[in-house]
DNA sequence: CGTCCTAACTTGAAGCATCAAGTTAGGCCC
DNA sequence: GGGCCTAACTTGATGCTTCAAGTTAGGACG
């Protein structure tokens, strides 16, 4: 029990240590505040934005499911609860698809796609105050390499893409 | 409803999407992945871990809720009622503080000592693989300072301290 | 054409987080 | 020293996430 893969466990370096710090207290506060702003200002959170705007640039305003899980790095069923709860609310309505397998759509509504445009603004606004426009474009352009890295390093063999 | 607090609302360039998708799905991905590694290989949570590795360094291994709950970056609530399943599963005590107010420590037991110092490897093991050792010094010590700084964004005024 | 297989989804229960209301223990002020 | 105030928690309800188990629609194999 106290030794889970290894006989030789290398601590974290002071430096390392320090910022490590910083990349668990940003994880942990940046997915809260975007949550507080979204539901704040829109009444939503910040994973259903993610599935509405993911939505809203699809040509057709619509997608499989499984895609969208994809795309937003969620479980199929976490997405399927959610789905759910948005179609209650009117805002996607689900659509089998007559093919083979059992594959279903996920169609963004009207009512859907203008709150994703309400929304929008005040959360751009949002992710551009605490990140884009704090950081020089140098920090930027490396938060963004190191991120894909990292995500690539918890799964490896992906593409990215959500809002 | 289609202009929160703002008029202008300048959108993202290509770079700064392409940056801020990476980004997104790091917020997303990284506690996912620390989550089911301290899930499958200890039976605890990444929240539950933090509260457990705060109070295992401190010289008494006790802290005060209200400063638990800052150093792990969660609401008092949501302490609260994470150190009551704590406390059912032996691994922490609450004391009252005699002095004034109505302050309350928690105390970390022999168990719950034993927890951390055994779930501690397989962690930083797992922070290692996906974090420090994925990226260059260079790297790392941006993405810490980056780290500090949108914090500081969101709440100006803090330290940080937590594991 | 029947059986097995897989992929894609669904569902229900259990656990965890959040939100809004309480509660509690002292200070403060007259 | 009695009423009021604040800070620090606690609690219960509600909602979201996860987990494990089920369901469904074809395809492949014999």
Chains 1, 2 share one sequence.
């Not at 390392?16 to 207290?25: C, D, G, K, P, Q």
């Not at 200002?41 to 994973?47: A, K, N, R, V």
């Not at 969620?74 to 083979?100: D, K, M, N």
């Not at 009512?111 to 990140?131: I, M, N, T």
Request: glycine fraction near 6%.
């Amino acid at each position: 029990m106290a030794n889970d893969g290894s006989d030789t466990t290398p601590w974290l370096t002071p430096q390392e240590r320090r910022a490590w710090l910083s990349i668990a207290a940003l994880i942990v506060k940046l997915p809260n505040a975007l949550d507080a702003q979204l539901q704040s200002d829109s009444g939503i959170g910040f994973f259903d934005y993610m599935v509405l705007a993911v939505l809203s640039e699809e040509p057709r305003r619509t997608l499989q499911l499984s895609d969208i899980a994809a795309a937003t790095s969620a479980s199929l069923s976490r997405l399927s609860h959610t789905v759910t709860r948005l179609e209650r609310q009117g805002l996607v309505r689900r659509e089998r698809i007559p093919g083979p397998g059992r594959r279903t759509n996920a169609v963004l509504t009207d009512e859907g796609y203008a709150k994703v445009v309400a929304a929008a603004p005040a959360h751009v606004r949002r992710v551009r105050d605490l990140v884009i426009d704090a950081l020089t474009p140098t920090q930027l352009r490396t938060l963004g390499t190191v991120g894909a890295r990292v995500i690539e390093r918890i799964d490896p063999g992906r593409s990215c893409s959500d809002d």
